[in-house]
T-cell receptor, first 112, second 112 residues
Framework: AQSVTQPDIHITVSEGASLELRCNYSYGATPYLFWYVQSPGQGLQLLLKYFSGDTLVQGIKGFEAEFKRSQSSFNLRKPSVHWSDAAEYFCAVGPYGNKLVFGAGTILRVKS | DADVTQTPRNRITKTGKRIMLECSQTKGHDRMYWYRQDPGLGLQLIYYSFDVKDINKGEISDGYSVSRQAQAKFSLSLESAIPNQTALYFC???????????FGQGTRLTVV
């Protein structure tokens, strides 16, 4: 079954604190994995992706994610959050047939 | 110019009216997609196209139709709009399923 779960609808962190956004999926083999960010009024922008190789992936804006096959997870991390990171974050997984499936999203709020 | 341009950006229409959302891209990609975003549901795939003659239904195609007029143009139509089609609509394009998808800025549609 196609399933991508982002368990946290909202997360609030203090500026300068570390961040981890969770993504779990159901998939029979090694999937394609993506994290996208959506700033208010904007489309989605790719942060990083994984489909093979080193399981720790570096992305833009200081983000990284780790593929853990045993946990079917691809969590997004950042060591120190900036106020400009406030946005909605989407995990996407595929291929399911010819498609990617997106998670429901996690809204990140940053408090000063 | 933006890689993916959607028009209009905002639209209010009445129940029963026909409406078309347009999308054009300058990336030169063959693959184009239409997604719908609702709060708490993430992005759901409406239709996708791999070339001008290849149109495929996504998860939620009922009530929608599409036209791929050229490699660069992919339009979405609501033949008879209903209030529960009120949502944010995104067009996207990609070179392949495991590569970055480029999104437009979205069309906010309200059906009253």
């Amino acid at each position: 079954a196609q399933s991508v779960t982002q368990p946290d609808i909202h997360i609030t962190v203090s500026e300068g604190a570390s961040l981890e956004l969770r993504c779990n999926y159901s998939y029979g083999a090694t999937p394609y994995l993506f994290w996208y960010v959506q700033s208010p009024g904007q489309g989605l922008q790719l942060l990083l992706k994984y489909f093979s190789g080193d399981t720790l992936v570096q992305g833009i804006k200081g983000f990284e994610a780790e593929f853990k096959r045993s946990q079917s997870s691809f969590n997004l991390r950042k060591p120190s959050v900036h106020w400009s990171d406030a946005a909605e974050y989407f995990c996407a997984v595929g291929p399911y047939g010819n498609k990617l499936v997106f998670g429901a999203g996690t809204i990140l709020r940053v408090k000063s | 110019d933006a890689d993916v341009t959607q028009t209009p950006r905002n639209r209010i229409t009445k129940t029963g009216k026909r409406i078309m959302l347009e999308c054009s891209q300058t990336k030169g990609h063959d693959r184009m997609y239409w997604y719908r975003q609702d709060p708490g549901l993430g992005l759901q795939l409406i239709y996708y196209s791999f070339d001008v003659k290849d149109i495929n239904k996504g998860e939620i195609s009922d009530g929608y139709s599409v036209s791929r007029q050229a490699q660069a143009k992919f339009s979405l139509s609501l033949e008879s709009a209903i209030p529960n089609q009120t949502a944010l609509y995104f067009c996207a394009t990609s070179d392949a399923l495991n590569t970055e998808a480029f999104f437009g800025q979205g069309t906010r549609l309200t059906v009253v």
